[in-house]
Every structure is written in C-alpha cells, then in structure tokens.
C-alpha cells in the first residue's frame, strides 16, 4: 500500500496527518512501484490530499508503465546510484534512483543504459526535455529521489 497524502483517517490508533515522507520521497516510490509493475493501491484520503500527492498519482505517462511496460530489471546499481530499465511500446524507459542524502546530478553514458542514439528524452515526472549530448544525458535529482526518463 502507498502511504502518501492525507492518512489515518478515522484510525482506531493515532491522529488524522499527512505522510511524512517527503515529495521526492513519494516521487521515488511511485518510480519504484511503477517500474517493477507492483500493485498501486492507495493508503491516503485522496479528497484530502495535497496537489503534489495526486499528481502523483495521476501521472498517466507513470501509470502506463506500471501496467504494460515490459522487460523490467534493474541495470546499475554503483554506490549511491540504481537504475532500472523498461520497454514501453516501442519506447525505451529508465528509472533513475538516488539513494544519497544530498542533491545531484548524475551524468548517465547511453552506452551504460543500454539505449541507442537517443533523439528525445522527456522526463516524466517533470515534463522537461533534453537531447543526449554526445551521449551524455543529465540528471538532476532531489536526496532519496527518482525519476523516470522516456527515450526515443
């Protein structure tokens, strides 16, 4: 069950709050559930849930991949740094997770993600877009944050 948004909602045991997990922190694990095409059931109260949080979980781009991406697994995994790709109708898709306290960018090789020349990458969460720089693809990411790229 995902712990997000607005919880224990007439719970027999503590107060009626927010997850204290962190909006990078959601984002990670809803990345990590979509690409390893887990069940996604809700444990909040979604009228009373923040906009960040329903976002999430109303990404249809995200929601896709948890339901018929294919070829899931995990690809890298160095130090602070995973990452796990997937195929998406024809579309090549990388999770990409930090697990370090602090801020980043990671610079990903195409070669290290097994993809070919990428023409487009869209990050779905955010929406942003970039092209692979001599191969290179940047990207920034919160402490324990995620993202999930779409390239073709």
């Given at each position: 069950?995902?712990?997000?948004?607005?919880?224990?909602?007439?719970?027999?045991?503590?107060?009626?709050?927010?997850?204290?997990?962190?909006?990078?922190?959601?984002?990670?694990?809803?990345?990590?559930?979509?690409?390893?095409?887990?069940?996604?059931?809700?444990?909040?109260?979604?009228?009373?849930?923040?906009?960040?949080?329903?976002?999430?979980?109303?990404?249809?781009?995200?929601?896709?991949?948890?339901?018929?991406?294919?070829?899931?697994?995990?690809?890298?995994?160095?130090?602070?740094?995973?990452?796990?790709?997937?195929?998406?109708?024809?579309?090549?898709?990388?999770?990409?997770?930090?697990?370090?306290?602090?801020?980043?960018?990671?610079?990903?090789?195409?070669?290290?993600?097994?993809?070919?020349?990428?023409?487009?990458?869209?990050?779905?969460?955010?929406?942003?877009?970039?092209?692979?720089?001599d191969g290179w693809l940047s990207v920034p990411l919160d402490p324990h944050g995620a993202t999930i790229l779409a390239i073709s």
């Open positions: 069950m995902l712990p997000l948004g607005r919880l224990g909602i007439r719970a027999h045991v503590g107060t009626e709050r927010d997850s204290r997990l962190s909006l990078a922190e959601q984002r990670t694990m809803m990345t990590l559930w979509a690409i390893a095409r887990s069940p996604m059931m809700f444990g909040g109260h979604l009228p009373a849930s923040d906009p960040g949080t329903v976002d999430l979980l109303t990404n249809d781009d995200v929601i896709a991949i948890q339901q018929r991406s294919s070829h899931n697994r995990e690809i890298i995994r160095d130090q602070s740094l995973v990452v796990w790709a997937a195929e998406l109708d024809g579309t090549q898709v990388r999770a990409v997770f930090w697990l370090g306290d602090e801020p980043t960018t990671v610079r990903l090789h195409r070669d290290d993600l097994g993809v070919t020349e990428p023409r487009r990458v869209l990050d779905l969460w955010s929406g942003a877009t970039q092209t692979a720089a």
